[in-house]
């Protein structure tokens, strides 16, 4: 692509987020290809982009599907039209299940919520009697991240196969995990074995559910490394990436994507120089102070590349609220400049704007909305 | 206060933004007292709250004036009848300025911006030129955070001054400075140091400026850690802190405040337990990852307490996007339980909440809107 086209892009005021249409689609293409490939569902994670256009997106690319963490984003996705939203996150409040199981039922939604506790199966329990209906619930197991979960070896596994056996209102519908330890490895080698084990910990719990009397489970695992790097799923029913859509620079700190691969950029201005920083007007409310996911990360709070030459990549190196320190090393590009910056993590920068500039060079340049940004208080 | 008093609470869905009102007010008379003491004036950044109820409060208590960021940010104030708002930021695009002169104009209100390049003031130049008028600006002076401004000895200044004297839209309004890598120092003694050289500087770039032609400077300073810590305010004219009326965890570490002074904390749920973490419902999309103002910063995202024993405090250790670990210390919370957790940084914080839940052990409780947040594309 010559770097003149880019100036089609929409005089939009910096800083904004701007998506490259064709790197996303390749994205999109390589994470369909691996489900498809696997012959199993690729249900993706919408935290990352919380837009429904883009969701459709994967959808005409083969997802099947879609995960969700707040009952409020689920709501948005839901009454948007789609059909099979999981809330992977453990809901233990019923006030928040109920809204969403009515915006299901008018809609002729499924959503399936998850519980790694008691308090969290009688949250559904009370959810789904209070809408007069049957809802289903996974388990989530801890395979190393020790965050939610049960670990697939805990005798805490019994309690709840004991609670979803009994109830006439919980429908057991599998297991979901999250390895989201692998974003402390590096490389496909390190990362693969982390997937790996987190297989072999989700068939030994699907194995001992089994014993305890429950029906066979479909097992659901998922992070952007994990996908990319396991040797093989099977035994595995449905992948869950969200990530893998922008990816960042973490992606490729991991070993698992190429700087061209990032298909998302905070674009910025610069609006003042000193002997050592180009300031942008793009600080830690545009790019965040995230060094990648899970607190995972190295130093710098991204790379920024003008659009004439995003071969060159000078760091962010400090941030304020409003500004980025980007190293000059010399440089001499003048005030007014606009920078791509590519963030440490894309999620957590798309939470920050209302919408993304879409660029594609087979098209117009447009605006998605990040419709289930903002879903709090 | 008695900690039952905290079951009047509004019952929000978590997390949210809980601001301790008695705490606010006894922040915002500090700030108020040192202008008052000093003889001069309190010109309070809006960014660390976005909201026009907060500014009202700060302008009942002595304020005058406001400082804003982003000019789609001092619109939202200006629209909101404040009369005299200091845009702080260098806008470069005379595009950005222009609605906000119309804004100011349709508002009876006065709006002054800043430069620290011949761009800046041909930017804000062009503007009044559109607008019909003469517009106020200031000269950005860097007095050590090396971000954005002019050095006081630089020769830089004349170029500027010569711009200032012969243009007849622009009026010379004074000088401003932010030293921020106060941040960086600890204790009210060196930060002290960082207050007195900013003073230094301020004095000299003034008198550069006056030998140079312009008329005697208004001087403006400000950061909340410099403004608590100042032996002097001689010479100066105006104070602008933000931060001051939260404080968070950063204040307390650089020993400007005490962990009861912190107004703001994020209001989370327990949703799941490990041996080693409670795990809580307030992630970097809550809390933000910040370490601190400016990327200065300690360990851990955040410090949680109950709302029954506020004086224990668990280091939150970890975050992912919506989740936070909280180090458990042998602790038996139970699922369920709600917890206050103390940011490193507030600002950042309150841009990602649409409402502020305010508690007043004096009257009802309240919700706040952030009405300048979201304000990027």
Not at 283 to 302: I, V
Request: proline residues 5%; glycine residues 8%.
């Amino acid at each position: 692509m010559n770097s003149m086209d880019w100036a089609d892009l929409p005089d939009l005021k910096t800083p904004y987020v701007l998506v490259q249409k064709e790197r996303l689609l390749r994205n999109i293409r390589r994470g369909a290809a691996i489900a498809t490939e696997a012959g199993i569902r690729l249900r993706p994670h919408v935290k990352t982009h919380k837009s429904i256009e883009l969701a459709a997106l994967q959808h005409e690319h083969g997802a099947e599907g879609l995960t969700a963490s707040k009952p409020s984003e689920a709501e948005i996705f839901v009454r948007a039209g789609f059909k099979d939203v999981l809330v992977a996150y453990p809901v233990i409040d019923p006030e928040r299940i109920i809204p969403l199981l009515r915006a299901a039922d008018c809609n002729r939604a499924s959503v399936t919520f998850i519980a790694d506790s008691r308090e969290g199966l009688t949250a559904v329990e009370k959810a789904a009697q209070a809408a007069g209906r049957s809802v289903p619930v996974r388990i989530k197991i801890d395979v190393g991240l020790h965050r939610c979960g049960i670990a697939a070896e805990s005798p805490a596994l019994e309690g709840l196969a004991e609670i979803l056996k009994r109830s006439s209102a919980l429908i057991f519908d599998g297991l979901v995990s999250h390895a989201g330890h692998a974003y402390g490895r590096t490389g496909r080698d390190q990362i693969g074995e982390v997937a790996a084990e987190e297989r072999r910990l989700m068939l030994l719990a699907r194995e001992r559910l089994t014993g305890l009397g429950l029906p066979d489970a479909k097992i659901s695992v998922g992070s952007t490394p994990t996908v990319f790097s396991s040797e093989t799923f099977a035994g595995i029913d449905e992948i869950r990436p969200g990530n893998y859509v922008f990816l960042d620079l973490t992606a490729v700190r991991l070993g698992i994507a190429t700087h061209d691969d990032i298909a998302l950029a905070v674009v910025a201005t610069i609006v003042s120089a000193n002997e050592d920083y180009y300031i942008v007007d793009a600080g830690s409310k545009a790019l965040t102070s995230d060094l990648g996911a899970h607190s995972s990360g190295g130093a710098g709070f991204g790379l920024a590349s003008t659009f004439d030459d995003r071969a060159s990549r000078l760091p962010v190196v400090r941030l304020s609220e409003e500004h980025g320190f980007v190293e000059r090393r010399g440089g001499t590009l003048p005030v007014g400049t606009r920078m791509l910056i590519y963030p440490n993590h894309a999620c957590p920068v798309v939470n920050l704007f209302n919408r993304l500039a879409v660029y594609d060079p087979e098209g117009e340049p447009s605006l998605w909305s990040v419709d289930a940004r903002g879903r709090s208080v």
